[in-house]
């Protein structure tokens, strides 16, 4: 087993204290050829299914929850049944984004 990282880059808006940017975020996935993780879903979750190729997620860990890092994190979990794992702290940034989840 041959651990590997693969880079993605997304585009969307990053929204905070009433200001909106358009901005590219990174996404990591991190694992093997089977099973990986996912860092940071940011904005586009199909692409981010089809950057894991087929591999199990295991889980999607937010590094923090301003929501260009958060946004495609819901979608994500629903299409491939990973949980998202992200600190208690960053609840209330979470649920300026997702308040139903």
């Given at each position: 087993m041959t651990a590997r990282i693969?880079?993605?880059v997304?585009?969307?808006t990053?929204?905070?204290d009433g200001?909106?940017?358009d901005v590219d975020n990174n996404v990591w996935i991190v694992g093997d050829d089977t099973e990986a993780i996912v860092i940071d879903a940011a904005h586009d979750a199909?692409?981010?299914?089809?950057?894991l190729a087929g591999r199990t997620l295991r889980a999607i860990v937010c590094t923090h929850a301003h929501n260009d890092h958060i946004d495609a994190?819901?979608?994500l979990a629903e299409a491939t049944?990973?949980?998202?794992?992200?600190h208690p702290a960053d609840r209330e940034l979470w649920?300026?984004?997702h308040p139903d989840r």
């Amino acid at each position: 087993m041959t651990a590997r990282i693969d880079h993605l880059v997304t585009s969307g808006t990053f929204a905070l204290d009433g200001g909106e940017w358009d901005v590219d975020n990174n996404v990591w996935i991190v694992g093997d050829d089977t099973e990986a993780i996912v860092i940071d879903a940011a904005h586009d979750a199909t692409a981010i299914e089809a950057a894991l190729a087929g591999r199990t997620l295991r889980a999607i860990v937010c590094t923090h929850a301003h929501n260009d890092h958060i946004d495609a994190a819901p979608a994500l979990a629903e299409a491939t049944g990973a949980p998202i794992l992200l600190h208690p702290a960053d609840r209330e940034l979470w649920q300026q984004t997702h308040p139903d989840r």
